[in-house]
């Protein structure tokens, strides 16, 4: 069976990466992926699929196998992103402001391809296999909990997912048999204070001042007040106050992220910038809101299931190009399929330095090595083969 896969794959490698290019230089933000749907069930339906809509612009198609077994999920995302494509390929971003940063064309074209090789493969095929289109990864909440009230994950066994990753050279599968990616949590720091003349501080409660003692405070909580053999990050990515250089401003905001991958280590962390806030407002004589927006749950993988698939990329690659990883602290709404069966998300590694493809996710120059796609579908196949045979 695995000869017959991989000879399967190696037929339609031109079919997918006729896609991957196709997507790309069509691209769509989340939840306007109308084409991209029409696209993708076009293609299914050419294969014999019954694919229905899902998430609005999602797709869910199943391929019933022609022996009885497990239920297996694989899922794919989307939605591109608000950046101009500066690739210089034939198959550049034709949408203004709009491209394909993160390898979304990728991940659709090859489980287009997965679909290809298992309605070659139905009549052998023990169980189900149902491929999971998604929206809407890219913009929060995302697209997943939406395919699940659909039905996505209804009597499914187990799921797995793929991301093309730059950082990995092509050739590479990069796994974890535990914590995978982060919760991407986000706060916002109003500080209210009282504005004047810059010449009279004293009549004032300069915010601006207030907030960067904030800053310095909140970087010392990871460090001081969380486990060393905990993973949490914090970062500001905003710090605006004032429009003059002459005048103090009443109000300075602050907005930053945190990434862990506990409930408790998540829950310290909020609690101790509340803390922060207070106190140094309180000796300053200002006051403030604290906003927090919890993003993904973790992406953590099922070690049975990461197992699987490690065997199965070794298989396939070579046995020192399966590489397992540190946790990393970017979020996926990946997450969400795993609360509903044991699954496991992995890394396809895409990059090339001799070809220039070097240039990291969301960078407007972000490309990939297109051989990246057949081993990603070649290592779905056959893994989505081991599990519902399992």
């Known amino acids: 069976m695995e000869q017959k896969i991989h000879a399967l794959v190696k037929e339609n490698h031109e079919y997918i990466v006729g896609l991957r290019r196709h997507f790309h230089a069509h691209p769509e933000i989340g939840g306007q992926e109308f084409a991209t749907q029409q696209k993708v069930m076009a293609e299914l339906k050419a294969m014999g699929l019954e694919p229905r809509p899902a998430a609005g612009t999602g797709v869910i198609a199943e391929i019933k196998g022609g022996k009885p077994g497990k239920t297996v999920a694989i899922r794919a995302d989307m939605d591109a992103l608000p950046i101009q494509d500066e690739v210089e390929q034939p198959y550049r971003s034709q949408i203004p402001g709009v491209c394909h940063a993160c390898g979304h064309d990728g991940h659709t074209a090859m489980l287009l391809g997965v679909a290809k090789v298992f309605t070659r493969l139905q009549a052998e095929l023990p169980g189900n296999v149902r491929l999971l289109f998604q929206p809407s990864e890219e913009r929060f909440p995302g697209g997943a909990l939406a395919m699940i009230k659909d039905g996505a ?64 405070a909140l970087k010392t909580i990871t460090g001081n007040d969380i486990n060393a053999n905990e993973l949490a990050v914090l970062s500001i990515g905003v710090f605006k106050s004032g429009d003059a250089f002459n005048i103090i401003p009443d109000t300075a905001l602050l907005k930053g992220t945190v990434r862990t991958f506990a409930s408790h280590v998540r829950e310290k962390v909020f609690s ?73 998300f992995m890394f396809v590694g895409v990059g090339n330095k001799e070809k220039g493809i070097v240039y990291p996710h969301h960078h407007p120059k972000f490309d990939i090595d297109e051989r990246s796609l057949g081993y990603g579908v070649e290592i779905m196949v056959r893994t989505a083969l081991r599990l519902v045979e399992a």
């Open 272 to 344: 101790r910038i509340e803390q922060v806030c207070q106190g140094i407002c309180a000796a300053a004589g200002a006051s403030f809101t604290l906003e927090k927006y919890f993003g993904y749950p973790p992406v953590v993988n099922d070690p049975a299931v990461a197992k699987v698939v490690a065997t199965v990329g070794r298989e396939v690659l070579g046995g020192d190009k399966v590489i397992e990883l540190s946790p990393a602290m970017v979020g996926e709404d990946f997450s969400y399929y795993q609360e509903q069966a044991p699954g496991c």
């Open 153 to 216: 994950m209804a009597g499914v066994d187990a799921v797995i997912g793929a991301h093309l990753w730059q950082p990995l050279d092509v050739g590479t599968l990069g796994i974890t048999y535990g914590p995978m990616m982060a919760s991407p949590d986000e706060f916002s720091i109003t500080i209210k204070g009282r504005g004047g003349h810059g010449s009279m501080p004293h009549e004032t409660i300069d915010p601006l001042y207030v907030g960067a003692q904030i800053v310095l």
